[in-house]
């Protein structure tokens, strides 16, 4: 054994790697659009819709007309044939929003991004094994928001993009002589250090009509990975990773004091990472809200995508919501069904709860 560690300890010093560095074969996985149960529920309709009661991963300024300090919490449960998806989410998506005075106000936001949940072969030189992945990716938003007029308001932030991975690597040599195999045993981990990028928003809110965009530049930042061998001998070695600009844009309208119909508009550029690409694209999403009195809140959408993670994907979705004490709290339920590809399909429900408390006494 002392033997087996020394040669091990000599490959891994010259070579770095081996076997060498398999990323795992699906990427980050399959991504989920940013934003809170009441735009899930209405088919990710966000960008232009006034919110007082989550921050959004569209658009910030959205919720620029917010009077309390507000704090949600929700979590996602998925039945679905996208094995990347396989198990619970990383974290729950909270929101944060904090008025402050002169029309400031402060915002924060954490979502999950993606899941990694995948089996690989493993197949070299002189052997072969597998390696199983576990992980997944993370988007969090902090920055301000600025009221200057009745109906008009910017944001200014930062998005910030990371994640992590772990691999648990089996690999046997090949053995032409028959003798006793000799396995060996290894663990691959991937941390993409946070990317920050600067993002502005901007959001016209009118009786009737509402309106906002954003945009978020690239970001960069390190991938750094660790290989941890039997036998306490390890190799390291750090890549840099990028991910594009995204734009956002949206528009809603209240057709009747009850209803409120809204219309979003996603484009971003082909994202590279761990040795796969998701394809550059765009999706549409429309979605209505119906308060029907007493505090409830009936809503539905559809999110039809081009490119991206799922092309060609159709999303339809639904919920209901129920203000508590006055709008103090609130309860939010979503769930929604989505199909792609060779008869594919997802299911998705998504709980939130939120409470709240007027600390400025507007």
Not at 67 to 86: A, F, H, P, Y
Not at 132 to 153: C, N, P
Not at 347 to 361: M, P
């Amino acid at each position: 054994m002392i033997i087996l560690n020394f040669l091990l300890a000599s490959l891994v010093s010259v070579s770095g790697f081996s076997p060498e560095f398999l990323p795992p074969s699906c990427g980050i996985g399959a991504e989920a659009a940013s934003g809170g149960v009441r735009a899930f529920s209405m088919g990710g309709v966000s960008a232009g819709v006034p919110d007082s009661n989550m921050v959004s991963g569209a658009n910030p300024s959205a919720s620029a007309w917010a009077v309390n300090t507000g704090l949600s919490w929700g979590t996602k449960v998925r039945e679905t044939e996208d094995l990347t998806w396989s198990g619970a989410s990383a974290f729950p998506d909270i929101s944060v929003i904090m008025p402050l005075p002169l029309g400031l106000q402060f915002s924060a936001l954490l979502s999950n991004r993606s899941r990694i949940n995948k089996e690989d072969a493993i197949v070299y030189d002189n052997g072969s094994g597998t390696i199983k992945w576990t992980g997944g990716s993370g988007e969090s938003y902090i920055g301000f928001t600025a009221r200057v007029s009745d109906h008009l308001a910017f944001s200014l932030g930062g998005k910030c993009f990371f994640g992590s991975a772990m691999g648990d690597a089996v690999t046997s040599p090949y053995n032409p002589d028959h003798s006793v195999p000799i396995s060996s045993i290894y663990r691959d981990d991937l941390s993409f250090s946070p990317s920050w990028g600067p993002i502005f928003g901007a959001f016209m809110n009118t009786e009737y009509l509402s309106a906002g965009f954003s945009i978020v530049t690239d970001r960069s930042g390190d991938l750094e990975i660790q290989r941890d061998y039997m036998g306490n001998f390890t190799a390291d070695t750090t890549f840099n990773y990028s991910v594009p600009g995204e734009l956002f844009a949206g528009v809603s309208a209240h057709v009747h004091p009850r209803v409120l119909l809204g219309l979003d508009f996603f484009a971003r550029k082909a994202l590279n990472l761990l040795g796969n690409t998701t394809e550059e694209g765009s999706y549409i999403a429309s979605g209505l809200e119906f308060a029907p009195g007493l505090g409830f809140r009936l809503r539905g959408g559809f999110r039809t995508m081009d490119g991206l993670w799922r092309d060609g994907a159709s999303r339809y979705s639904g919920g209901i919501g129920y203000l508590i004490a006055g709008d103090k709290a609130s309860l939010d339920v979503g769930v929604s069904y989505e199909t792609w590809g060779a008869d594919e399909s997802e299911t998705v429900v998504f709980a939130s709860i939120r409470t709240s408390e007027n600390w400025l006494g507007q």
